[in-house]
C-alpha cells in the first residue's frame, strides 16, 4: 500500500514537472516567433540577412518539437498517474479483502499461523473463546464442597493474566 501511494505520489510529481517543460516550451516558442517576426521586418529594409533568417526559423521549428515532446511527456505522465491511481485502488480493495474480522467477541487462545505465513481462504487463523459462552470445570475438595453454591462469585485467572469473574452454574 505504501509503495503504491509512493508510486502515486511520483507520478503527480511527474506531471508538474512536465507541465512546467510545456509552459518553458510554450514561451520559448513566443519568444523565438517574435525573433522571427522582427528579422522579417528588418529584412524589408535590408537589415537582416536571409541566414539571420534561417537560423531564427530553426531556432523556432526546435523550439515547437521542444514543445511537442513535453507534450508527450505531459500524456505519458497522464497516463502514468491513471496506472498508479489504478494499482492504489486494487492494493486498497486487496488490504481491505485481507481485513480478518471474528464473528464474536472472545479471547484469543490459539494462532495458527507464523509471521510470514499467508493465509488461505476458509481456513481458520486462530482460535477463538467465545466470552459469554466460556465454561471452566473446577475441582473442589470434598469438606469444602458444602460452602459452594449456585451463583456464587468466581474469580478465574488466564494464562495471559487477565482475571475472570463468573459465577457457580
Do not use: F, N, Y
Not at 506531471?15 to 516550451?25: E, K, N, Y
Not at 507534450?71 to 505519458?76: H, P, S, T, V
Amino acid at each position: 500500500l505504501l509503495q503504491a501511494e509512493a508510486t502515486l505520489s511520483a507520478t503527480r510529481a511527474d506531471i508538474r514537472i512536465a507541465q512546467s517543460s510545456l509552459q518553458v516550451a510554450a514561451t520559448d516558442i513566443a519568444q523565438r516567433s517574435a525573433e522571427l517576426e522582427r528579422l522579417e521586418r528588418l529584412a524589408q529594409t535590408g537589415a537582416s540577412s536571409k541566414v539571420q533568417r534561417q537560423d531564427a526559423t530553426r531556432a523556432l521549428q526546435q523550439a515547437m518539437s521542444e514543445q511537442g515532446a513535453a507534450k508527450a511527456r505531459l500524456a505519458g505522465a497522464q497516463a502514468s498517474e491513471t496506472i498508479a491511481r489504478l494499482e492504489l485502488e486494487r492494493v486498497t480493495t486487496l488490504a481491505e479483502l485481507m481485513d480478518i474480522r471474528a464473528p464474536v467477541a472472545g479471547r484469543v487462545t490459539a494462532i495458527m499461523l507464523d509471521i510470514g505465513d499467508t493465509p488461505v481462504l476458509g481456513d481458520p487463523v486462530l482460535s477463538l473463546a467465545v466470552a459469554d459462552q466460556m465454561e471452566a470445570v473446577l475441582t473442589v475438595p470434598p469438606h469444602a464442597l458444602a460452602s459452594v453454591s449456585l451463583g456464587d462469585a468466581v474469580r478465574l485467572w488466564a494464562p495471559d493474566g487477565a482475571e475472570i469473574e463468573t459465577s457457580v452454574t
